[in-house]
Each structure stands twice: as structure tokens, then as C-alpha cells.
């Protein structure tokens, strides 16, 4: 930031003078200062640098602090409820975070010396992304109590509250304070994408920072004025330094794919989250262009695991919160187990309406539990209703596949198409998720109650899957996103994992491929395998003689289906064959 000059198209409101000039100076100084880095300084004074975040464990996220060397894990709550995004207070002292209480989302302090939490916020709706002032007498943050994603910042010494961006009708959120205080970045998506936007505090500006067709995430400062921001641009998923005197950035070398990143307290270090399938890792960098590759620091973690933000911590302080939780344990995974029956079989659920309402003895209960869950979120009884559950042993058709998880009694398709709210909006949204070269949906339920108590703002923006937008507006390429949408949701696909019901990714085959054929979108197809190949899931709950019938080998060679995913799904390979499929490689 430092020779920074307000961008193009930055708007200034009656709240005071300007001031860039004296934020210009302060913060050249700042970045020119010769003395050793604030890391330095800290770790004399007994601190050294922690990195917090949030980890779902249990079917409820909690708040974690990893060593600097990555080899100690600290876990910080462990409440029944929900907590994320955690920051801690420069003196080391206090950890901010928001937290849904009694269904309702606020900020919260918790004292790390006396194991004292403080409410700081009582609005009904949502609050969400704390972050502090580098005095630590401020906190900044993203509230709907406006109607729409706001940056507040509150004055803790006076309690006094200021809406930053209260002319914005868009999303505006995760801020983060410019090293000497005087600015705020965060994500506003007032240009149909995500953009990173500063406000000036003295004056009131506020105007574009980093901007472009791609999407900008997590504005991290360091020190010397840089921005740190994860970039998703199509398939790739980069964390990147931007200048913010010109809003150019580069990415980091050698990230692959990121979720959430954040700077060291000196700048010399990045650490991002890296996901893999249902498993996350710590990667740490270098921003200083070095030749040092990535590496790995810690993991494997639970997925989701993000809200990454460094902190300069008292460890002995770290120690005793943690050894206050010790003693409390996750509550139980919503429906996460099901009956350890001898003989698992086809069980009917009563009340559910679909084709042929049964599934697998050892995984109904576990639906059941998921679908009183959905319905206590969402205020509506969403799975009442699905598309499809158990298919026959015998069905086959073009567009759907033989070895379907849905014989096993395993799988669920939900509804496509939930209807609409009193206000005409759709119930159910999908967003889309690029991880690895797949093409993944999350699946959004839009909430009943529109007034706090259930779920919270949609920041990503919903997949448009109408005729008009996949052959018109974006031929051949599915669609395109329709554009951010207000509202409290409810993430479906995370409560259905919870419980163990995952999703699968589209299809993307030269003869079978979502971008052009809408049915191998499978946004809506949800099993649980339970680590079983599918082999031993049909043979839990159907009769040998069936199984023989209609999968031995020649009716399976029939199905033309590659030996690879024959091998995967752990059918009985001849001899003759079997050779030949433990050399094939997945492509």
C-alpha cells in the first residue's frame, strides 16, 4: 500500500475530510521502516506465531491453533454450536470469533486468560468475520442487520457502531485492517464478482482495490502494504500477492489448489489450506519469490477446514484453554451410524415419497436423522420427497449407470426443482465447486424464517441451468452463474456429509458431459458407502443367485464398462482379466 492513490471510480461520502495523503506517508514509513520484523519483536516478548482456524469435528465447527512448526494442534472449543472465523487481538490476549448461539450468528471475545467468553454483538441477524484494528481497539466485521452484507466497525472502548459500506445493496465481507489501521479491505461483490474493495476510515471512500473477471478471496495484509489473496480464475484455485498501489498480482508457485490462505505475522510465510477428497493440508510458502518449493506442514485434517488468520500467541495461554476443553467431547454426528444389524437388508422408511422408499437397513437411520435435521435448519421437511432411492438389481437405461449405488440401497436422489418461497425465490440453489480437475455442487436450501435464526448469507453466487443461459448466453459450456442472491440458506450438502452422504462430481465424458447434457450434472445424487466397495454393499442386502444372474461376466462386459472401475467397484474379475486390470492405471 505504500504510495497507494485512491482507485478509479472510488467514491468519497461526507464523513470527513480526505486523509490518503497522511495513510500514503504512514505507510511508506511503515514498509520502509529498517528495523527487525514485528515477529521478532514478539517472540522476545514471550509470543510466537500461532495459526488459528476453524474445523469441522462432530457435525459442528471448532476453533484450532497449529504451532509454527506445525507439529502441535490445540483445540480452543468445543461447544455444541458452531464457531468460525477466529482472530486474535494483537496483544495476544483475546480471540474474536463469530459464533450461532440459539440459532443466531454474533461475535464473540473469549478472554484466553480466564476462559471468559464476551458477547459483543445482540442484533438478530447475521454477524460474521471478525477482524481486529492493529490497536486492538476495533473490531471490524460483516453484518446483515442492514438488510444486506455489511463492513461495521465497532469501537470496543465506546461501543459505538459504524456502517462502512451502508450505500452498498451487494455483499460485503471478510474485512481486513491495512497495517496502520486507517483502511479496511474486504470482498464485495458489487460488480456481479467477487472484488477486493477498500474503505478508508477517516474519510469514508470507498472504491475498488483489486478487480478483474477473475474471483478475489481472503484479503490478508502484510506488513509491508501487500495484499495476500486466494484467485480463482475457471479450474484454478491460486493464492496470490497483490500491490496495492496498482492492484496487480502474481500467484505463488507451485500452490495447485487453495481454499483459504493466509500471511505469517512477518509476511515471509504463506499458509493455505489444500484440499484433497474429504481430507484437507496446511501448505506453507514463501512470498518472497524464493526457489524453495511448498510443503506440506500439517494434516491430514477433516474437510472443511478454513478461516485460516495468524496470530502472535502466549503459548502457556493457548495451553490452559485448551486443557479447559479437554474435557468436553463433540456431540455426536447427526445420524452419522446406523444399526450394526447381522444381516443388513432393504428396509421401507414410512412417510417418504419416491419411487420405491427403501434403503439399506444400515444407512436408513442415518437418512431419517438427516432429514429431521434439514427440517429443524430449513423449517420445511426438504427430503420428505426425493427423486429416486433404491433401483431395482435388474435396471438398466442409457443415461444412468449400471453399477449404481442406488441397488445397494446406498444412494438418494434429491429433488431437482424445490419450488419457490412466499417471496419467489427458488428453495434449493446449487453452486458450483472445481476441486482437481472435477466439477463438484453444493447445494444451498434457501430458509423458511428470513430473520436471523436460520442459516446465513449466500456469498457465492448460484448456478443458472436454464435453457436461456446453457444454449444461449454460455453455449456449451452448462450454463453460467446467475448472480449473487440475498437471503439466509442453509448448506445442505455440508449437513448431509455430517451424517455421512456424500456427493459425487459431474460427468465429464466425450459421450457423457454435464456442459452439454444436463442429466450428468448429478448435483443431486447423494450415497454413503461407508468405505465398501460396491460389490460388498450389493452383496449386504442381495441374494447371491441374484447377483450371479445379473453381474456375472458377460452381462457385465455387456455394460462396456472399463476394467479399471470394474476393479474400483470390487466385482469379481476372472483370471483371465484380472491381470489386466491391476496394470490399468485410472485415467
Known amino acids: ?89 494483537p496483544d495476544g490476549r483475546r480471540l474474536a470469533y463469530a459464533a450461532r448461539r440459539n440459532r443466531n450468528w454474533d461475535i464473540y471475545v473469549l478472554d484466553l486468560t480466564t476462559g471468559q467468553e464476551e458477547r459483543l454483538t445482540q442484533d438478530p441477524h447475521f454477524d460474521g468475520w471478525p477482524a481486529w484494528s492493529p490497536d486492538g481497539q476495533r473490531l471490524a466485521f460483516a453484518s446483515m442487520r442492514a438488510g444486506d452484507l ?45 472484488d477486493i474493495f477498500l474503505a478508508e476510515l477517516d474519510s469514508g471512500a470507498v472504491g475498488p482495490l483489486v478487480s478483474g473477471p477473475q474471483s478475489f478471496r481472503r484479503p490478508r495484509w ?85 478461516d485460516l488468520k495468524w496470530g502472535l500467541a502466549d503459548e502457556q495461554l493457548l495451553i490452559q484453554q485448551a486443557e479447559r476443553v479437554a474435557s468436553l467431547s463433540s456431540p455426536p454426528v ?36 438427516l432429514r429431521e435435521r434439514v427440517r429443524a435448519e430449513v423449517g420445511y421437511d426438504f427430503l420428505a420427497e426425493v427423486s429416486e432411492a433404491l433401483r431395482p438389481v435388474d435396471f438398466a437405461s442409457e443415461g444412468s449407470d449400471y453399477l449404481s449405488w442406488h441397488k445397494a440401497g446406498r444412494a438418494v436422489d ?70 449473487f442472491v440475498p437471503g439466509y440458506y442453509v448448506d445442505f450438502t455440508q449437513l448431509a456429509e455430517d451424517a455421512g452422504w456424500r456427493r459425487i462430481s459431474s460427468y465429464e465424458s466425450p459421450d457423457f458431459d454435464w456442459r452439454t447434457d444436463k442429466t450428468a450434472l448429478e448435483f443431486w445424487h447423494y450415497q454413503r458407502t461407508d468405505d465398501l466397495t460396491w460389490w460388498q454393499a450389493m452383496q449386504q442386502v442381495h441374494p447371491a443367485d441374484e447377483l450371479a444372474r445379473w453381474f456375472d461376466w458377460p452381462l457385465v462386459q455387456e455394460q462396456e464398462e472399463s476394467l479399471w472401475r470394474l476393479e474400483a467397484k470390487g466385482l469379481p474379475i476372472p483370471p483371465a482379466h484380472r491381470a489386466t486390470a491391476v496394470r490399468l492405471v485410472m485415467p
Request: hydrophobic fraction near 40%; proline fraction near 9%; charged fraction near 25%.
Open 150 to 194: 455489511d463492513i461495521f466497525v465497532l469501537d470496543l472502548r465506546r461501543r459505538a457502531l459504524q456502517n462502512m459500506t451502508a450505500d452498498s445493496p451487494a455483499h460485503d465481507f471478510d474485512p481486513d485492517w491495512s497495517p496502520d489501521g486507517r483502511a479496511i479491505a474486504f470482498v464485495s461483490t458489487r460488480a456481479g464478482v467477487h
Open 334 to 369: 447427526a445420524g452419522a451410524g446406523g444399526r450394526q444389524e447381522e444381516e443388513p437388508l432393504l428396509v421401507r422408511l414410512e412417510d417418504w415419497h419416491t419411487g420405491i422408499p427403501r434403503l439399506n437397513s444400515l444407512v436408513a437411520p442415518s437418512f431419517e436423522a
Open 414 to 483: 434429491i429433488l431437482l426443482d424445490a419450488g419457490f418461497d412466499h417471496d419467489g425465490y427458488p428453495r434449493l440453489e446449487i453452486v458450483r465447486e472445481d476441486r482437481f480437475d472435477e466439477v463438484f455442487w453444493r447445494v444451498w436450501l434457501r430458509c423458511a424464517a428470513q430473520d436471523g435464526s436460520c442459516g446465513r448469507p449466500l456469498t457465492e453466487p448460484p448456478w443458472d441451468l436454464s435453457y436461456r443461459a446453457r444454449w444461449v448466453e454460455a453455449p456449451g459450456q452448462g450454463g453460467k452463474p446467475r448472480g
Open 222 to 306: 502484510l506488513p509491508d502494504g501487500r495484499l495476500a489473496l486466494l484467485v480463482r480464475a475457471g479450474r484454478r484455485a491460486d493464492v496470490a500477492l497483490a500491490d496495492a498501489r496498482t492492484g496487480r498480482w502474481k500467484r505463488l508457485q507451485g500452490v495447485g489448489v487453495a481454499s483459504d490462505a493466509a500471511p505469517s505475522p512477518d509476511g515471509r510465510l504463506l499458509r493455505w489450506v489444500e484440499p484433497r477428497e474429504n481430507r484437507a493440508f496446511i501448505v506453507e510458502g514463501e512470498t518472497a519469490g524464493t526457489d524453495r518449493l511448498p510443503r506440506r506442514v500439517a494434516g491430514p485434517f477433516p474437510e472443511p477446514t478454513r
Open 1 to 89: 500500500m505504500r504510495g497507494y492513490t485512491r482507485p478509479p471510480g472510488m467514491r468519497r461520502f461526507p464523513t470527513g475530510r480526505c486523509s490518503w495523503l497522511v495513510l500514503v506517508c504512514l505507510l511508506a514509513v511503515w514498509g520502509l521502516a529498517s528495523g527487525p520484523a514485528p515477529w521478532v519483536h514478539a517472540r522476545e516478548g514471550g509470543t510466537s506465531p500461532w495459526l488459528f482456524f476453524a474445523r469441522r469435528v462432530g457435525g459442528q465447527d471448532d476453533l484450532w491453533a497449529l504451532s509454527p512448526d506445525g507439529e502441535r494442534l490445540l483445540r480452543l472449543t468445543a461447544t455444541p454450536d458452531d464457531e468460525r472465523w477466529p482472530a486474535l487481538s
